[in-house]
């Protein structure tokens, strides 16, 4: 499973917020920041129309149709004055901010022979490794580079070359087993279904969207992870986006944090949770997820209990394995 946005279609019936909409939270965060007596705070940065879903704010560009955010250098902007953790006020009314400012888009799903982009970066022992998928709408096709060599004799094998797989169609097969691995199109349209409420969204998740359930694991903790995962997709509708960061700021203890950095040091704010004993599902310490500081996109994610600490580095929808926004 993997988090694509802001395409046009998906929601065009729906009222967008209006300046009131917006002016009430930016009003509370606003004063909540005065008040910090700590030296290191930060303004919030300030908000701008943007493509929501891309790695971050940055050159546009036109593929296949579709306009994509790429990354520029983590030069372009840094904290301005450090990092700093908001109050639990705070942190509330900066994510509905962020919600306020995502569902403002529109999204429509790409045509069933184009294919969903995705570089990321992993870092193993504080290593960055960084890898390019391609994977067809209608999850008749996949692509990665570096390639994965084959079992037995790797002696020819080209880890430059891209590498392509084709199958058949097994979106029907999967709908009928309930199989969790559904297409980049099924679990679109299964995110496509979800109300915008955060508690009913979070609800409908847990039954339906099933990462699998952990004995002794609170319903805080679950959907902390299921959210941890449900970012991950590369597209994501934008009233689920509204969605998950209002059902962040229901979870007890989740702050918000100004003034970071995500792990490839691209200006960020973070959200997170700190567990002080280890979880059923083996999480301990501190839990952050990374988003662009204007856009709200989904920039990463690191866990100090030595799990996985990841970055999209770029994203987008083109017409062919291979191709790049």
Do not use: C
Not at 162 to 185: A, F, M, T, V
Not at 269 to 286: E, F, L, R
Not at 287 to 294: A, G, K, L, M, V
């Amino acid at each position: 499973m993997n988090e694509l946005s802001e395409f046009r279609g998906l929601r065009a019936d729906a009222p967008l917020p209006d300046a009131d909409r917006l002016a009430a939270p930016r009003a509370r965060l606003t004063a909540a920041f005065r008040s910090e007596t700590r030296p290191e705070r930060a303004a919030l940065p300030r908000r701008r129309m943007i493509l929501v879903g891309a790695a971050t704010a940055g050159t546009l560009a036109v593929t296949a149709g579709i306009l994509a955010i790429l990354p520029e250098d983590s030069t372009r902007t840094s904290a301005r004055k450090g990092p700093q953790t908001l109050s639990a006020g705070a942190s509330a009314d900066a994510l509905e901010l962020a919600a306020a400012t995502v569902e403002k888009h529109n999204g429509t799903e790409p045509g069933p022979k184009q294919w969903v982009y995705d570089k990321s970066t992993v870092f193993v022992q504080g290593k960055p490794q960084s890898s390019e998928e391609w994977t067809r709408w209608d999850g008749t096709g996949h692509a990665n580079l570096p390639g994965i060599p084959p079992a037995g004799d790797i002696s020819d094998f080209d880890p430059d070359k891209l590498q392509i797989w084709y199958g058949p169609n097994q979106e029907e097969k999967w709908k009928k087993e309930g199989y969790d691995d559904r297409s980049q199109r099924q679990f679109y349209r299964f995110l496509a279904t979800l109300p915008s409420d955060a508690d009913r969204m979070m609800k409908r998740i847990r039954q339906e969207h099933a990462i699998g359930s952990i004995k002794g694991e609170t319903r805080a903790q679950r959907d902390w992870r299921e959210i941890d995962v449900l970012y991950r997709s590369v597209l994501i509708p934008p009233n689920v986006q509204a969605g998950l960061f209002r059902a962040l700021a229901k979870i007890p203890g989740a702050r918000v944090t100004t003034g970071v950095k995500d792990p490839l040091g691209r200006a960020a704010i973070g959200v997170s949770v700190t567990y002080a004993d280890k979880t059923p599902a083996g999480w301990q310490g501190k839990q952050e997820i990374f988003f662009d500081p204007e856009s709200y996109a989904y920039l990463g994610q690191s866990r100090d209990d030595g799990g996985m600490v990841s970055a999209r580095a770029a994203w987008g929808v083109v017409n062919k394995p291979g191709a790049r926004p």
